[in-house]
């Protein structure tokens, strides 16, 4: 499993609001501290704002903070919140799967359980 570049910027950017308390911090700063795009952090600092796990204030002297106390924000949460799909092989997917041995497959049971490990 890989997890895409938005989820590492949600992760990042989560952690940067952790460290900072309740003081607020700009995408701008996020962006020169970790050399990534603020273009992209504000794509994922919205979407972290829509599952309620940032909260932001608007304005001159605006920025982000976390929505909830850190300890109360779980890895797997947020990796769930981010991640379109976790389908590792093609049984897995949504749209359904043409394996022929899909049936008779113990893999696919092994692969859900250790997705939802992962998670947890």
Do not use: W
């Not at 950017?13 to 952090?41: C, F, K, P, W």
């Not at 940032?54 to 001159?60: A, F, H, P, S």
């Not at 799909?85 to 113990?106: M, Q, R, S, T, Y």
Request: charged residues 25%.
């Amino acid at each position: 499993m890989r997890l895409n570049v938005q989820t590492d910027y949600a992760l990042r950017l989560l952690m940067q609001l952790a460290v900072s308390g309740d003081r607020l911090v700009t995408i701008q700063n996020v962006s020169e501290t970790y050399h990534i795009s603020r273009n992209h952090l504000m794509k994922v600092a919205y979407l972290l704002g829509k599952h309620g796990l940032v909260e932001t204030v608007r304005g001159r002297s605006g920025g982000l903070r976390l929505a909830r106390p850190a300890e109360k924000i779980m890895v797997g949460e947020v990796v769930r919140r981010m991640e379109p799909d976790f389908a590792l092989v093609e049984c897995l997917h949504a749209e359904g799967c043409e394996c022929i041995i899909e049936n008779a497959c113990k893999l696919r049971g092994a692969l859900v359980q250790a997705t939802a490990a992962f998670l947890d």
